[in-house]
């Protein structure tokens, strides 16, 4: 068996793993972070960068250099309830640099942060490396061991960080319980042809008994479908042809390209879930992102949250980090800080699945009430600034304060 030892290892190199690997090297921190994949490259994985998020990137010096890769910008987002159209979003207004949702592939994102934090001698990055236990002593947690194509690791440190996602290994094995908060939804992804003559904003629409979401990249529509929590095998047993025809009604202009959907294992199923953790740390580990807090696709805010988490995390553990004398406190400081925003998030997220999401996949052809009604405040209130706020921004917006080490590659 390999044995490391380090100051933090970081167990999941999605957005809040690598985005917290960063900043603690930055600040001079030995970090390691194990992402169980060969690489960052799978489809719907959410793509969308907020101006919270592009916010921390300019207060890194990153901004920049991040959006001169490939990227949409999206300055409001809109839905059609029944034959209406509004606004369910507007970032124009916002009091930020970055007034519009930036879609960047997340491979793409987290490839940049690898590249950033490798600039730093305390980062370390082991991909293929899949955590299947915690190590304990004395009640503490001190390390944690994985499966590695070259045989097992074991990692010992002042902290472990499960960054591992809803379905959190760490949190698992830590014995963490959750508080599920429920989700009357799931959601169906695939793609479908981008035309140039094609608008290229995004979209939902919630009409004949089905909720829809549109999503246009440069040469492909993103494609969501929401369905009764729980009801995939009897749609998939009313067949393919169905389906297309479903699509082809929701969004009449891609009628013509429905036949792209060649097979079911084009349309991968994300299954929602909206819980979060009692507790989020015990001595010598900490959760932060989906493995803390999952998150319904609502709004597309789980990327910007779990960074949010990161930063705010970052803040509180490099001094005690550097010092050698992390504490539970240091770890309680972070869920405080970081619950209230969760909370406040899942909430409206459950009330928007609740009374307008859930309804609107239940078969009844007309638009549900709490949908209809959104429709007619939108275009008659400043709700769409308000809404741009909570989602662009956050409930609770952070911002990096760390040193910088001077220990480069």
């Not at 194990?34 to 919270?52: I, M, N, Q, V």
């Not at 490839?111 to 304990?136: C, G, H, Q, W």
């Not at 819980?275 to 805010?301: E, F, K, T």
């Not at 050698?324 to 619950?339: F, G, P």
């Amino acid at each position: 068996m390999e044995s490391v030892s380090v100051t933090t290892c970081i167990a999941g190199g999605g957005p809040a793993g690598m985005m917290l690997g960063y900043l603690l090297a930055r600040a001079g921190i030995d970090v390691i972070v194990l992402e169980k994949h060969a690489d960052f490259l799978r489809d719907f994985r959410g793509d969308t960068l907020h101006p919270s998020t592009l916010e921390v990137m300019a207060d890194l010096g990153l901004a920049d250099e991040l959006l001169a890769l490939p990227h949409q910008k999206l300055p409001f987002l809109r839905v059609i309830v029944g034959g209406t159209e509004a606004l369910l979003a507007d970032f124009r207004h916002l009091p930020s640099r970055y007034r519009y949702i930036a879609m960047v592939p997340q491979w793409d994102f987290l490839n940049f942060l690898v590249e950033k934090a490798s600039r730093y001698t305390p980062f370390t990055l082991r991909m293929s490396s899949d955590v299947t236990e915690l190590i304990e002593e004395r009640g503490k947690v001190v390390g944690l061991r994985a499966d590695t194509p070259a045989g097992d690791l074991e990692v010992r440190c002042d902290l472990v960080v499960g960054c591992d996602g809803r379905h959190s290994v760490v949190r698992e094995r830590a014995y963490l319980r959750r508080h599920e908060l429920g989700a009357p939804i799931d959601v169906l992804f695939f793609r479908l042809t981008r035309r140039p003559d094609d608008s290229s904003e995004a979209f939902g629409r919630l009409a004949a008994g089905r909720a829809f979401i549109l999503i246009g990249r440069p040469e492909h529509w993103q494609c969501g479908y929401a369905i009764p929590k729980g009801s995939v095998d009897a749609l998939r047993a009313r067949g393919l042809p169905a389906f297309r025809d479903d699509v082809a009604r929701l969004a009449p202009f891609l009628a013509d390209r429905v036949d792209e959907i060649a097979d079911w294992a084009d349309i991968p199923l994300l299954s929602v879930r909206v819980d979060r953790l009692v507790r989020w740390y015990r001595p010598g580990l900490l959760c932060i992102g989906d493995a803390a807090h999952a998150m319904s696709p609502v709004g597309g805010v789980g990327i910007n949250l779990a960074i949010q988490d990161a930063v705010a995390a970052a803040n509180v553990l490099a001094s005690p980090l550097l010092a050698r004398r992390l504490s539970v406190h240091d770890l309680e400081r972070i869920q405080r800080r970081r619950e209230w925003p969760t909370r406040v998030t899942q909430r409206l997220q459950v009330a928007i699945q609740n009374r307008a999401l859930g309804p609107a996949v239940s078969g009844d052809d007309r638009a549900p009430l709490a949908a209809r009604l959104f429709a007619r405040l939108a275009r008659a209130t400043p709700l769409p600034r308000l809404n741009g706020r909570l989602v662009g921004l956050g409930v609770r917006p952070e911002h990096p304060r760390l040193p910088i080490s001077r220990s480069t590659r």
